[in-house]
T-cell receptor
Framework: AQKITQTQPGMFVQEKEAVTLDCTYDTSDPSYGLFWYKQPSSGEMIFLIYQGSYDQQNATEGRYSLNFQKARKSANLVISASQLGDSAMYFCAMRAGIQGAQKLVFGQGTRLTINP | ETGVTQTPRHLVMGMTNKKSLKCEQHLGHNAMYWYKQSAKKPLELMFVYSLEERVENNSVPSRFSPECPNSSHLFLHLHTLQPEDSALYLC??????????????FGDGTRLSIL
């Protein structure tokens, strides 16, 4: 069974600082994808970044980067130069499975608050 | 215009009412999903459709009835709901089912309150 664990219920960061949101995962599938989503108070789940299990390099998308440590089964999201608009819930998710419908399994989420 | 549109955004209904949630995707995707997001719980996958066929039903009570008339539209018909069904219901789509590299694209959700 696949599982995502986010151990930080809440994070408070000063504007312009970098922040790391933790995510660990568990799967027995050799091929999987890891995703981070942002959910503002409006409710929409916004896709941020993707990392494939066979990718050699860490994924980056603008101010977002993913610190992928396969041996530790961790996929932490790093947001550089945080902005007030980054305040939201952040979810780590995983898709795994070779056959059939591939589920997207989510963690509990981390609520990030950026202080001015 | 967003890729995945859900209506209504908010819905308040009594336990004996019948209502429907609508999802429409403009991305040309073949797979669509319904999720339930309750307070302090991870997102729960409810239903998966691929090319208008239901491929997964995650032990969802029969008071939730999905319908996928075509690959662009997905409905969730609600009847005789319980207070614990109050939650944010999110619709998502992806190009197809296969491919662990494919992100799912979500709508804004329908916030449902059962009186």
């Amino acid at each position: 069974a696949q599982k995502i664990t986010q151990t930080q219920p809440g994070m408070f960061v000063q504007e312009k600082e970098a922040v790391t949101l933790d995510c660990t995962y568990d799967t027995s599938d050799p091929s999987y994808g890891l995703f981070w989503y942002k959910q503002p108070s409006s409710g929409e789940m916004i896709f941020l970044i993707y990392q494939g299990s066979y990718d050699q390099q860490n994924a980056t998308e603008g101010r977002y980067s993913l610190n992928f440590q396969k041996a530790r089964k961790s996929a932490n999201l790093v947001i550089s130069a945080s902005q007030l608009g980054d305040s939201a819930m952040y979810f780590c998710a995983m898709r795994a499975g070779i056959q059939g419908a591939q589920k997207l399994v989510f963690g509990q989420g981390t609520r990030l608050t950026i202080n001015p | 215009e967003t890729g995945v549109t859900q209506t209504p955004r908010h819905l308040v209904m009594g336990m004996t009412n019948k209502k429907s949630l609508k999802c429409e995707q403009h991305l040309g995707h073949n797979a669509m999903y319904w999720y339930k997001q309750s307070a302090k719980k991870p997102l729960e996958l409810m239903f998966v459709y691929s090319l208008e066929e239901r491929v997964e039903n995650n032990s969802v009570p029969s008071r939730f009835s999905p319908e996928c008339p075509n690959s662009s539209h997905l409905f969730l018909h609600l009847h005789t709901l319980q207070p614990e069904d109050s939650a944010l219901y999110l619709c998502a789509s992806s190009p197809d089912l296969g491919g662990e590299h494919q992100p799912q694209h979500f709508g804004d959700g329908t916030r449902l309150s059962i009186l």
